[in-house]
């Protein structure tokens, strides 16, 4: 029995909800937490590349890579980040100009450079992808809230991103020192995608790299109330 306020289930979704925490449950179960292994590859020993081996990204490759980056977790599953997996020399040709010079030779080594957007018109497929509640209506009526929501939203899944590519075996280059504006009218004139942030993905060249910078620790940046 639903309570008050609370719409009553059909039988096909409270199918769908006691499976999902089966699946759960049972996940627990398997698995509890990563090994060293896993922990050193998603973050320990995982670095940022500049430089970039001679080796292809397949379009397989990127499908697997957004198949996992998919489940990141978005306010009301609203999934604001737009892909765009820039290959081709011709690609790499209409990029080049909006980015920083020092940006320009890690893009032209990398395989794939992602440029991570967000669609400011992200609520319009709320109906597809929240279907239980109405909330669409709240982000149409105040433009500033749904792109301070899509931005947000599409950072996550941009850090979900990177490491759905170092759980692949590859590795990644985030970016930001770039044109926003020249990127959105090369890419997106005409449409309501906005670029976030630009990240190489590969093989990256570890002959190149130097030692890991130093990190804060927990009491220096973290509170327990």
């Known amino acids: 029995m639903a309570q008050a306020g609370q719409t009553e289930l059909d039988p096909e979704t ?11 449950r049972d996940l627990r ?4 937490q990563l090994d060293d292994n896993g922990l050193d590859l998603l973050f320990r020993c995982a670095r940022s590349y500049n430089s970039w081996q001679d080796r292809p990204v397949s379009d397989d490759q990127l499908r697997a890579l957004y198949d996992i980056m998919k489940f990141s977790p978005t306010s009301t599953n609203g999934n604001p980040a737009r892909l765009v997996f820039v290959k081709s020399s011709q690609a790499k040709d209409r990029l080049r100009p909006a980015l920083h010079a020092g940006n320009v030779p890690k893009m032209d080594a990398a395989p794939v450079t992602a440029i991570v957007a967000y669609d400011l018109a992200f609520f319009e497929a709320l109906p597809r992808l929240f279907p239980h509640r109405e909330v669409a209506g709240s982000y149409r009526a105040d433009a500033g809230k749904a792109g301070k929501t899509a931005f947000r939203n599409s950072s996550i899944q941009g850090a979900f991103l990177i490491l759905a590519a170092r759980a692949l075996g590859l590795d990644a280059g985030p970016m930001s020192g770039f044109d926003n504006k ?15 942030f630009l ?8 002959s190149t790299l130097f030692g890991r910078l130093p990190r804060f620790d927990f009491d220096e940046v973290c509170t327990i109330l």
């Open 182 to 196: 020249a990127v959105d009218e090369t890419f997106f004139a005409g449409t309501t995608l906005r670029t976030n």
């Open 199 to 206: 990240c190489n993905l590969g093989y990256g060249d570890p």
């Open 14 to 24: 409270l199918a769908r909800q006691a499976a999902a925490q089966a699946a759960i």
């Open 29 to 32: 179960t398997r698995v509890g």
